[in-house]
């Protein structure tokens, strides 16, 4: 993690991205800026989330999977603890992780496909109070059904795609293990998968987990 930029009047900027050559770049772009100032980098969610605590940013821009803990979950973590404004940078092009980084107040969501100049925009009207949604990716969540499982089934599929078992699961939830399993059965059953893993795979596809 390190430190860059005056902050001025200029929009403070954290980024966070485990591929160094990514996060050089994206820097590079928004330096380029005259309005943008980078304040902090970071290449895990730990680190990320230590750097916008620290630095108060105006925005924090943040690739989904990463080291440690993910770009959603740095993003729920900041949820009502900072005014800053979160843009997600990645290269899930599925409507059920555009959900969970609204779900996680996100206020934009770019494919790294995009034109660069693109996020240079982006980060000056998430700054103004606006949402930034990739243009394909909005138009097709819009058509798109609410998804099959609810918060506790994903919540529930997601601990046991990590190998936890019911028991596992129910101290980590506090629900009884019967409850687990009948959580996992809903799941297994909505997704029309064969198993708990087949099932975690299918949502896991779709951007549930």
Same mark, same amino acid.
Request: aromatic content about 4%; hydrophobic content about 50%.
């Given at each position: 993690?390190?430190?860059?930029g005056?902050?001025?009047?200029?929009?403070?900027?954290?980024?966070? /991205?485990?591929?160094? &050559?990514?996060?050089?770049?994206? #820097? $590079?772009? @928004?330096?380029?800026?005259?309005?943008?100032? +980078? %304040?902090?980098?970071?290449?895990?969610?730990?680190?990320?989330?230590?750097?916008?605590?620290?630095?108060?940013?105006?925005?924090?821009?943040?690739?989904? /999977?990463?080291?440690? &803990?993910?770009?959603?979950?740095? #993003? $729920?973590? @900041?949820?009502?603890?900072?005014?800053?404004? +979160? %843009?997600?940078?990645?290269?899930?092009?599925r409507?059920?992780?555009?959900?969970?980084?609204?779900?996680?107040?996100?206020?934009?969501?770019?494919?790294?496909?995009?034109?660069?100049?693109?996020?240079?925009?982006?980060?000056?009207?998430?700054?103004?109070?606006?949402?930034?949604?990739?243009?394909?990716?909005?138009?097709?969540?819009?058509g798109?059904?609410?998804?099959?499982?609810?918060?506790?089934?994903?919540?529930?599929?997601?601990?046991?795609?990590?190998?936890?078992?019911?028991?596992?699961?129910?101290?980590?939830?506090r629900?009884?293990?019967?409850?687990?399993?009948?959580?996992?059965s809903?799941?297994?059953?909505?997704?029309?998968?064969?198993?708990?893993?087949?099932?975690?795979?299918?949502?896991?596809?779709?951007?549930?987990?």
């Open positions: 993690m390190s430190a860059t005056q902050p001025g009047s200029r929009i403070r900027v954290v980024i966070a /991205e485990d591929q160094v &050559m990514v996060l050089d770049a994206l #820097a $590079a772009l @928004l330096e380029m800026e005259g309005d943008i100032a +980078v %304040v902090a980098r970071a290449r895990d969610g730990k680190s990320a989330l230590e750097a916008v605590l620290a630095e108060k940013p105006d925005v924090f821009i943040t690739d989904i /999977e990463m080291p440690g &803990m993910s770009g959603l979950e740095v #993003a $729920a973590q @900041l949820k009502g603890r900072l005014p800053v404004r +979160v %843009v997600i940078v990645t290269t899930f092009a409507t059920g992780y555009l959900r969970r980084a609204l779900e996680a107040g996100a206020a934009g969501y770019l494919l790294k496909d995009r034109p660069a100049r693109e996020l240079a925009d982006a980060v000056r009207r998430v700054h103004q109070g606006l949402r930034v949604i990739d243009p394909e990716l909005a138009a097709e969540a819009w798109e059904s609410d998804p099959l499982l609810t918060d506790r089934e994903r919540e529930v599929l997601r601990l046991a795609a990590e190998g936890m078992t019911s028991g596992a699961i129910g101290e980590a939830l629900l009884s293990e019967g409850t687990v399993r009948n959580y996992l809903a799941a297994i059953s909505k997704l029309g998968a064969r198993n708990r893993v087949d099932a975690a795979r299918i949502a896991r596809g779709k951007g549930w987990l």
